[in-house]
């Protein structure tokens, strides 16, 4: 069995340089596949045997012999090579079952109203000659609009990522002017019906900003700036945090109680994946969340009113005590 960790990466690296029919010894393919798993800020590879592993991998899943060949200079190398001179594990043609399962998701995704930039399977279908099913109504529906800010961008976002190449991007926070940025994309997240861009700043490496898409003006990839890699994993650096926004500091167990009322809805959507009751009472239960407190925690928690309440004394049970006697302050002064 290969080692699974970036196997596919590595595939595709193979594939290229076992079609050369001259063979390309171990240590060549050690070199070039440090080398291009380098530029994609992948860990290297650090014995053969994870090499030998991935070509016996590749044998047995495209029926294909690698075989082994003498160096015409030193017969003591021994080079490795597809046997069939024309093969590529890219080149296979589809098979009618390959088209139709092709055809069928082809036509599921065309059912999704709302989804960023879907002009990519039609285009996709024209290319390949692929028969799109047309349907009186999309099935279903996001809670996203055509007319939505930033959707634009989102294409060209996935690709700047994909290709990991830097991009310049004027973009106008609420309330500022707006600034060009070079930033080095890594993620788009979706939070509350809104598109954010993840990425590093140029100026701000450190650190990792979210980007809102429906605040940006424009955008290029920027050719001749290199690329910096993420240094972290994206889905692990949100894990503790609600929403996209992470403040300084360390996770904190955060207790509250729930009313009866709102039990159900909190248990069928939790507000953190850590989220357990740790004890019940006659009108509701205890709970607790372990999280980096940040805004959108405070607004999540707030929008229940009286719901719930943050047992947990410290900032984010002041913050919120802070607001709602802002709001009786403001409710008894109006008309």
């Known amino acids: 069995m290969p080692n699974s960790k970036n196997y596919s990466m590595r595939e595709k690296i193979l594939d290229g340089l076992l079609k050369r029919r001259e063979g390309v010894s171990m240590q060549d393919i050690i070199r070039v596949v440090n ?57 296979k043609p589809f098979t009618a ?19 960023p930039q879907m ?10 000659d692929v028969f799109l099913t047309s349907n009186d109504a999309p099935v279903v529906e996001f809670e996203e609009s055509d007319s939505i ?14 290709d990991k190449k830097p991009i310049s991007l004027t973009y106008q926070a609420f309330g500022k002017k707006a600034r060009t940025h070079l930033l080095y994309p890594y993620f788009l997240k979706q939070f509350k019906q809104r598109w954010y861009l993840i990425a590093k700043n140029s100026h701000h490496l ?26 972290v994993d994206v889905h692990e650096y949100f894990n503790d945090v609600v929403g996209i926004a992470r403040m300084d500091g360390e996770p ?54 009286d719901g719930i309440i943050v047992k947990t004394k410290g900032k984010l049970r002041s913050d919120i005590m802070r607001k709602l006697g802002s709001a009786r302050k403001k409710y008894g002064s109006s008309a």
């Open 35 to 91: 080398h291009q798993l380098s530029q994609r800020g992948v860990l290297e590879v650090r014995t053969k045997d994870t090499i030998l592993n991935d070509m016996t991998e590749i044998s047995n899943k495209y029926h294909v012999n690698i075989e082994q060949i003498q160096d015409g200079f030193d017969r003591r190398i021994i080079r490795y090579r597809y046997e069939k001179p024309d093969f590529s594990i890219y080149a």
């Open 97 to 115: 079952e390959d088209e139709q399962k092709i055809q069928g998701f082809l036509n599921f995704l065309s059912q999704f109203e709302g989804m």
């Open 119 to 128: 002009d990519w399977v039609r285009d996709f279908c024209s290319h390949f």
């Open 149 to 162: 800010l930033g959707r634009a961008f989102f294409t060209g976002l996935f690709h700047a990522i994909i």
């Open 206 to 231: 450190d650190s990792i900003s979210a980007y809102a898409l429906d605040r940006m003006i424009t955008f290029h990839q920027s050719l001749f700036d290199p690329y910096v890699p993420i240094d």
């Open 252 to 305: 904190q167990t955060i207790r509250f109680h729930v009313d009866k009322h709102e039990l159900p809805y909190l248990q069928t959507r939790p507000i953190h994946h850590s989220q357990k009751i740790v004890g019940r009472d006659k009108t509701g239960v205890f709970m607790t969340i372990h999280v980096i407190p940040n805004t959108e925690l405070l607004m999540e928690l707030m929008s229940y009113g």
